[in-house]
C-alpha cells in the first residue's frame, strides 16, 4: 500500500460542478500538500498544512478550497472551475521542514474540466 | 526568488548506459536542499535522492549519483546502467532553509523525459 493515497485517480467535471479530491497519508507525517502539475509547467505548490499552520500560494483562484480535518486527511473542494484548470493534482506529505526531509507523493487526480 | 532550469526536454539512452540529466538552480540563500523525483507515466512522484548545500561529498543512492557543483549552481543526476525501468520523467527540486512557512515548499523544475532504447 502507498503511503499516500488519492481519490478518485481521474474526474471528469463540468464548469458548473462542485466535486472534491481526497489525499490520506499513512506514514505519520506532520505536513500535507496540494500540488497543480500541467502540462509543459513546473510543479506549482498550492496549498500547505501543517500542525502549526496553513500556507497558501496566493495567486490559487478561490475556486480551489482545502480542509484539513486532521494530520491525515487532506482534501481539494473543487467550485465553478474553469478548462485551464484541467491538470494533474498531486498531494504529498513530509515528516516535517527540514531541509533534507523529502515529500512523498500520491499518484495524483487527472482533472479535466468540460 | 528560487529557480531551477532543466534545459532538457527529453533525452534517449540505450540500455546499459549510463546518462547525465542536468539541473541548474538560482539563489541566493546559502543554505539549501536539492533532490531529485522520477515520474512515471502512473503520476506518483518518487524520491531519488537528495543534496545539501554543506555536503561536502556528492550524494549517491545506488545506480542514482549527483554532480554536484556549487560554484556554477549546477546539481546533475547520473544514472548509470540505465534500465528500460528507468524511462519516466525526471524532476529537479530545491527547498530552502526559511525559518518561515516558505521552507515547507519545494520548487521544481519543468523536468527531463528520459527514454532507455533496448
Known amino acids: 500500500e502507498t503511503g499516500v493515497t488519492q481519490t478518485p485517480r481521474h474526474l471528469v467535471m463540468g464548469m458548473t460542478n462542485k466535486k472534491s479530491l481526497k489525499c490520506e497519508q499513512h506514514l505519520g507525517h506532520n505536513a500535507m500538500y496540494w500540488y497543480k502539475q500541467s502540462a509543459k509547467k513546473p510543479l506549482e505548490l498550492m496549498f500547505v498544512y501543517s500542525l502549526e499552520e496553513r500556507v497558501e500560494n496566493n495567486s490559487v483562484p478561490s475556486r480551489f478550497s482545502p480542509e484539513c480535518p486532521n494530520s491525515s486527511h487532506l482534501f481539494l473542494h473543487l467550485h465553478t472551475l474553469q478548462p485551464e484548470d484541467s491538470a494533474l493534482y498531486l498531494c504529498a506529505s513530509s515528516q516535517d521542514r527540514g531541509l533534507g526531509t523529502e515529500a512523498f507523493f500520491g499518484q495524483g487526480t487527472r482533472l479535466t474540466v468540460v | 526568488a528560487q529557480k531551477i532550469t532543466q534545459t532538457q526536454p527529453g533525452m534517449f539512452v540505450q540500455e546499459k548506459e549510463a546518462v547525465t540529466l542536468d539541473c541548474t538552480y538560482d539563489t541566493s540563500d546559502p543554505s539549501y536542499g536539492l533532490f531529485w523525483y522520477k515520474q512515471p507515466s502512473s503520476g506518483e512522484m518518487i524520491f531519488l535522492i537528495y543534496q545539501g548545500s554543506y555536503d561536502q561529498q556528492n550524494a549517491t543512492e545506488g545506480r542514482y549519483s549527483l554532480n554536484f557543483q556549487k560554484a556554477r549552481k549546477s546539481a546533475n543526476l547520473v544514472i548509470s546502467a540505465s534500465q528500460l525501468g528507468d524511462s519516466a520523467m525526471y524532476f529537479c527540486?530545491?527547498?530552502?532553509?526559511?525559518?518561515?512557512?516558505?521552507?515547507?515548499?519545494?520548487?521544481f523544475g519543468k523536468g527531463t523525459k528520459l527514454s532507455v532504447i533496448p
Open positions: 527540486a530545491m527547498r530552502l532553509a526559511y525559518s518561515g512557512a516558505g521552507s515547507y515548499q519545494l520548487t
